[in-house]
């Protein structure tokens, strides 16, 4: 995938996974596919000390950070109109709990990267 032109800004992505190694890999494939990437942040906190420092165009989200949801971090990039998606294996009978997430597209966990790379793109 090419990066765009030099004269052209970057589209920026905010990722929050909190399993390393998946962190790595939905990073590494953002940036393979022309983005800048914040993060990855692997807490609520990290991601919105991340946000407050520099707004993003996008995210991609894991639910389930440790022992909190990310839902904190979804209310505030809805609140500042920065589309997001899920890339977590919680169910859709859980997601279902939380009003924030109703319709949001999840990728699910094994996330298809390419995939991913074309719907960041898309928004």
Not at 13 to 28: G, P, S
Not at 49 to 73: I, N, Q, Y
Not at 97 to 104: A, H, K, L, M
């Amino acid at each position: 995938m090419n990066a765009p032109p030099a004269d052209v800004e970057r589209r920026t992505v905010l990722v929050v996974e909190d399993e390393y190694l998946l962190a790595i890999e939905l990073k590494r494939a953002l940036v393979g596919g022309g983005f800048e990437v914040l993060g990855p942040a692997g807490s609520v906190n990290h991601a919105l000390d991340l946000v407050s420092k520099k707004r993003p165009h996008a995210a991609v989200l894991d639910v389930t950070l440790g022992s909190e949801t990310v839902s904190p971090v979804a209310l505030h990039l809805k609140s500042l109109g920065v589309p997001f998606i899920l890339a977590s294996a919680v169910s859709p009978r859980e997601l279902a709990r939380y009003p924030i997430f109703s319709g949001v597209l999840n990728l699910g966990k094994p996330t298809d990267l390419g995939h991913l790379v074309r719907v960041m793109q898309s928004l």
